[in-house]
């Protein structure tokens, strides 16, 4: 409804239009949200750093990353928390971005 209410059925959408669909944004972050495009990634530290949390037995202890290691992550997976996207995180539901707010480490 956003798209025809704003463009009528045969309208071309500028920047400005994209930008101000909101519910059109929010059907675009759930689709990557569920479909990533990009499923599993892999990065290597460019100098000793740390993660602030991740390790220890509750995994509240900080990772040490030291230059050059290897690391890999899947946001395939990491996108389907339910403690970052609530409860019905493998259903499409376009909504949870209406109050979503990203979770600090």
Not at 29 to 42: G, Q, S, W
């Amino acid at each position: 409804m956003e798209i025809l209410e704003r463009l009528g059925p045969n309208g071309k959408p500028t920047y400005t239009d994209l930008k101000e669909m909101k519910y059109l944004q929010h059907v675009i972050n759930e689709t990557l949200r569920l479909y990533p495009a990009v499923p599993f990634n892999a990065r290597m530290s460019l100098k000793d750093t740390s993660l602030p949390r991740g390790a220890g037995p509750d995994g509240l202890d900080p990772v040490g990353m030291p230059k050059n290691t290897m690391f890999g992550y899947a946001p395939l997976t990491m996108q389907r928390r339910e403690d970052l996207f609530g409860l019905g995180v493998g259903r499409f539901d376009p909504d949870r971005w209406e109050k979503w707010s990203p979770k600090s480490w």
